[in-house]
């Protein structure tokens, strides 16, 4: 079965640059969540969007942005990368806003230097 | 402030044993819990749910229990198997009327199943 999919697997960057993550959903989900994961931490959710519109909201800092796009893929923007944003990041999809179920992919690891 | 405990880093257990896996929760807005296990290099991978309003939930090897009032669940896997060998992960949800709510995770309980 079709899994979530992000873009780069890895990814370095070196401070005050940005970056762009790609998530695609499972196809016919229509959610997308985005997590970020710290070493030896558990996933913090930062931001999640229906319909390509923002659903809810974690601890996303104001340098990060996300949206989603017309054929339900979504991209997390990062800017004045900082040594701390370091860290997995996950992305899921749900069928539908209210599934509680989500469904992970193999998330981007990104380091910054 | 960690509102979904695993207070077990990690458990070792024995092949064809049971593996009981503990979670709390102080939210008593959370409706919803469920269970990832997680591999290196890999996303959490969903394994078993439970609402609320119910205090047990079984699938094949996995079965979670719910005690509301304690705020506890457990994931027990039986017979614990070698590829059982991971991480696994309490989350919870709590419903804001919005829609596509983030899930809130505990620290993992590192599960080693021994030959």
């Known amino acids: 079965a079709a899994g979530v999919i992000q873009s780069p697997r890895h990814l370095i960057k070196e401070k005050r640059e940005t970056a762009t993550l790609k998530c695609y959903p499972i196809p016919r989900h229509d959610t997308v969540y985005w997590y970020q994961q710290g070493p030896g931490q558990d996933p913090q959710f930062l931001i999640s969007f229906y319909e390509k519109m923002q659903s809810d909201k974690g601890s996303i800092p104001d340098r990060f942005s996300a949206q989603q796009f017309s054929d339900y893929h979504s991209e997390l923007n990062m800017s004045s990368l900082e040594l701390g944003d370091s860290a997995l990041y996950f992305c899921?999809?749900?069928?539908?806003?209210?599934?509680?179920?989500?469904?992970f992919g193999p998330g981007t690891r990104l380091t910054v230097t | 402030d960690q509102q979904v405990k695993q207070n077990s880093p990690s458990l070792s257990v024995q092949e064809g044993r049971i593996s009981i896996l503990n979670c709390d929760y102080t939210?008593?807005?959370?409706?919803?819990f469920l269970w990832y296990k997680k591999y290196p290099a890999e996303g959490p991978t969903f394994l078993i749910s439970i609402s609320s309003i119910k205090d047990k939930n079984e699938d094949g090897r996995f079965t979670v229990f719910l005690n509301k009032s304690a705020k506890h669940l457990s994931l027990h896997i039986v017979p614990s198997q070698p590829g059982d060998s991971a991480v696994y992960f309490c989350a919870a949800s709590a419903r804001s009327g919005g829609g596509a709510d983030g899930l809130t995770f505990g620290k993992g309980t590192h599960l080693i199943i021994q030959p």
């Open positions: 939210n008593s807005m959370f409706d919803y």
């Open positions: 899921a999809s749900s069928k539908g806003p209210d599934t509680y179920e989500q469904y």
